[in-house]
């Protein structure tokens, strides 16, 4: 029998009408208000209406399949739309898989993330009447593979600048914030994302960089920073003209890229006098496929 992989990502609503119970699954079952439901739903509609999350993933699952070989079977599961974790879990098990290993499609390790989607996938193989033994991978944010296609998809978006301006732009490393509070678990999470942005910037001799937050959520409690719009500000008061944004903590293109990067962001730095770009995200290219060969196969 195959060895099975779990990809899991957070899910993102097929539809319009599917916004409200997604972002009412995100708040552990509290329904939004009608403020932050329009809010959102126009954040979508920005992006055309739909977030491209899903197909990417399976793009990467079938890619993964095909780099793998025969002895495994490749599966996707999301956090908080379908396919539910639990659904392919449940799936594996009727397909006879007994050893797998889980993935996050995300390289950085933190109770509040990985930590999360670890918990449901504890949940889901509790259920079934014959366990699957999972290989729990928590982080791969220094695979070797990662950072080389991080520094070559940073390397090529230096080439949307005019001639030269692209080698000195400043370099904004972006990954999803989490409350403050993780700070006092000592969670490796921000200590992480400093890691890979430091060998993505010894990859390409950065001259100039940083390490920005992006996409928090709607609570009271502070959050990670600095936010990627109080960055950008800092760097137009040190008369940065040019803004590179290489994304670390996401390999997808999804609503907190394709918006939160590429419309709010850019809106506000062209408000600073900033030209900003961004690298293209991994998605299913060779090398996030290359990844998460190496990734799965160190398990073994």
């Known amino acids: 029998m195959p060895r099975g992989v779990l990809l899991m990502a957070y899910g993102a609503p097929d539809t319009p009408a599917d916004i409200a119970p997604f972002y009412t699954d995100i708040r552990r079952g ?21 977030s491209p999350l899903l197909a990417i993933t ?31 879990v449940a799936q594996m098990a009727r397909d006879g898989i007994t050893e797998a290993v889980a993935l996050v499609l995300a390289p950085h390790d933190s109770r509040l993330s990985v930590g999360a989607y670890m918990e449901k996938l504890e949940a889901a193989v509790a259920a079934q009447p014959v366990p699957i033994t999972f290989r729990k991978v928590r982080c791969w944010h220094r695979q070797p593979e990662l950072i080389a296609a991080l520094a070559q998809h940073t390397h090529t978006a230096q080439q949307k600048f005019a001639s030269g301006a692209g080698a000195r732009a400043h370099v ?48 009271p409690e502070p959050w990670l920073g600095p936010d990627i719009l109080s960055a950008l500000a800092q760097l137009a008061q040190r008369g940065e003209k040019q803004v590179l944004v290489c994304v670390i903590g996401f390999v997808a293109d999804h609503l907190e890229v394709l918006y939160d990067l590429d419309v709010e962001a850019k809106a506000e730095a062209g408000r600073l006098g900033i030209q900003l770009e961004r690298i293209a995200m991994l998605n299913d290219t060779p090398g996030l496929v290359a990844t998460l060969a190496a990734v799965v196969r160190n398990q073994q």
């Open 30 to 50: 509290r329904a939004p208000s009608a403020e932050a439901l329009a809010e959102l739903t126009a954040r979508y509609a920005a992006i055309g209406g739909a």
């Open 172 to 219: 904004l490393f972006t990954a999803h914030s989490l409350p403050e509070r993780i700070r006092e678990w000592n969670d490796p999470y921000p200590h992480q994302l400093e890691e890979t942005a430091q060998l993505v910037a010894d990859a390409r001799a950065l001259p100039k960089w940083s390490v920005a937050y992006q996409s928090a959520g709607r609570t």
């Open 58 to 88: 399976r793009r990467q699952a079938t890619g993964l399949a095909a780099a793998l070989g025969p002895d495994w079977r490749v599966y996707v599961g999301m956090r908080h739309w379908t396919p539910w974790i639990h659904e392919t």
